[in-house]
Each structure stands twice: as C-alpha cells, then as structure tokens.
C-alpha cells in the first residue's frame, strides 16, 4: 500500500426507508447497494489529504462556498468536504500568521470569498488573509488583506464605549459581514462592536448590559445585502 495515499473502505450496504402499502408502515432495513453506486463511490469518495483530529479549545467557525463545506477548530489545518465531488481535504493555514500569539482565529466567507482571521493575543489586533485560490484547489494560496489594532482605536473613545477605566481589552469573539469583507463584528466583554479594516473606525453595535461579563457568546453569521455596519 502507498503510504502517501488513503483509502475508503465501504461496507457495500446502505441503510433504506422501506413502506409496505399493506400495514402502511414504513421500516429501516439493510439493503445491499447497486453497482452504478459502487462505481461511483469508488470513484467519488477521495480522502487524498490525510486529515488530524485535534483537541478543540475554542467554538469552531465554519463556511460553505458553491457547495464545498469548509471547517476551523482551532487546529493547524481546515477541513474541506466537496458535496458535489464526494471528497475530504485539509487546506494549509497561512504561512506568515504568528505562530504562539494567537486568541482565537475565525474562518468565514464573505462576497464570495473565503477569509481566515487571527486575533493577537492581548493585542487586540486581528490580521485577515484572503484565499486566492480556487476554493477546490488543495495547495490554498492565502495573501495577507487586512491588519487592524482594533484595541487601540477602541479605548482612543473608552466613553463611547463604556470603557472608563479600562488599559486593554481582550476579543473573544469575531465574525466577517456577509457581503462587505473589510468589516468584522466583535465581541468582547458585554458588547458587540463592528470595525472598519478600510477606515480604521469601530461602532458599538449592541451591549448587553445586566449580563455576566465572564459569559461567551457565538455570533451567527446572516446573508443580508443591507447589512449596516450599525446595528441599533
């Protein structure tokens, strides 16, 4: 056996919904699959990136652009899975992120496009790459599209955002606008602001006053064209 290939091994079964007409009930059985699936499983399902199962310490992130399924665990690979295709892969993260210093890092597409971010530990600086290859290639090509201090143009206005008194703020939480790529929403101890890479301008958006500080929260990402940069 190659030792730089892996192999899909299938059972030849399949589970199938079967409905007798005379008791009007439906039932699970095992029924062996045809031939034409055979050949197109043995041709359609390719793992040809080994993939590693890592420990999660942080919410995945996840997209799906024309119907290839990409995942983020906080690992050194993302996961791929083509739907059309039938085939597992992992992309390479980009090469020049700081290795050691990272707070989080997000995977999210936006206008189409697939971009991965990573949050500098208590910096609260985030850098976001753009990927330029095609989303079905398997060597990913990311280039570097944006670097924010998104921490000190906060506390330039600690009134605004309610931050009198504080030196640093730490991000927890990151999430792209569906449509405008240079826009990322984030959360940090009760509030959610949005932050222009182009502009270098961050806006409240929501604070959950009353709420624990120490609790996470997971932003869900919502394919609105008018998105606005401010929520109120």
């Known amino acids: 056996?190659?030792?730089n290939k892996m192999y899909v091994v299938h059972c030849g079964l399949k589970n199938q919904i079967i409905y007798n007409p005379t008791t009007r009930v439906e039932s699970l059985a095992v029924c062996p699959i045809s031939r034409a699936s055979a050949l197109q499983r043995s041709t359609k399902i390719i793992l040809d990136v080994p993939l590693g199962l890592f420990r999660s310490t942080q919410s995945p992130s996840a997209s799906v652009i024309d119907r290839v399924f990409c995942w983020h665990d906080d690992s050194l690979q993302?996961?791929?899975y083509?739907?059309?295709?039938?085939s597992f892969w992992a992309l390479?993260?980009?090469e020049d992120r700081e290795?050691?210093?990272s707070g989080g890092c997000?995977?999210?597409s936006s206008a189409g496009g697939?971009?991965?971010a990573l949050n500098i530990r208590f910096e609260a600086t985030i850098i976001v790459w753009y990927l330029v290859s095609n989303i079905r290639s398997r060597d990913a090509v990311w280039v570097?599209?944006?670097v924010g201090n998104v921490g000190s143009t906060v506390l330039q206005c600690r009134k605004d955002f309610g931050l009198e008194g504080y030196h640093r703020i730490v991000l927890k939480t990151m999430m792209i606008h569906p449509t405008v790529p240079h826009i990322f929403y984030l959360g940090f101890l009760r509030k959610v602001i949005s932050y222009d890479f182009e502009m270098d301008v961050a806006q409240l958006v929501y604070n959950f006053s009353g709420r624990s500080p120490t609790e996470s929260y997971k932003f869900l990402p919502y394919e609105w064209y008018q998105w606005p940069r401010h929520l109120l």
């Open 114 to 116: 697939l971009y991965f």
């Open 82 to 86: 083509d739907s059309i295709y039938k």
């Open 106 to 108: 997000y995977l999210g």
């Open 92 to 94: 390479k993260l980009p």
């Open 144 to 146: 570097k599209k944006y």
């Open 1 to 3: 056996m190659d030792d």
């Open 78 to 80: 993302i996961t791929v």
């Open 99 to 101: 290795r050691g210093k």
